[in-house]
């Protein structure tokens, strides 16, 4: 008896995980040049290698600090990692495609 409610919950955590109820968030990866970096919102356009803007905003100081100081600035090649909350891409990596 034991065993079918084992099987039974494992049944249904696959069915929550495949319908989609259970998800984790999904993480873009994508390599591009900054075409444009706002201070005041943290908001970045980068242009692709295939040529889409992606506007992602930045929340973490450490980048935003190379932001002002201009260790990153527009024409920087970058590596980004981001998620979508509220609709919004929010930065989780973000870096010189070369290092910084």
């Given at each position: ?10 049944l249904l955590m696959l069915s ?40 992602v905003i930045v929340e973490d ?38 290092g910084c």
């Amino acid at each position: 008896m034991k065993r079918l409610y084992a099987i039974a919950g494992i049944l249904l955590m696959l069915s929550l995980i495949f319908s989609g109820t259970i998800s984790a968030e999904e993480v873009v990866s994508l390599k591009g040049k900054v075409k444009s970096i706002d201070l005041k919102t943290g908001a970045v356009i980068i242009t692709t290698q295939a040529g889409q803007e992606v506007t992602v905003i930045v929340e973490d100081e450490a980048t935003l600090s190379k932001f002002k100081d201009g260790r990153i600035t527009e024409g920087d090649e970058v590596k980004v990692k981001y998620t979508i909350k509220d609709g919004k891409n929010i930065s989780t990596y973000f870096k010189k495609a070369a290092g910084c």
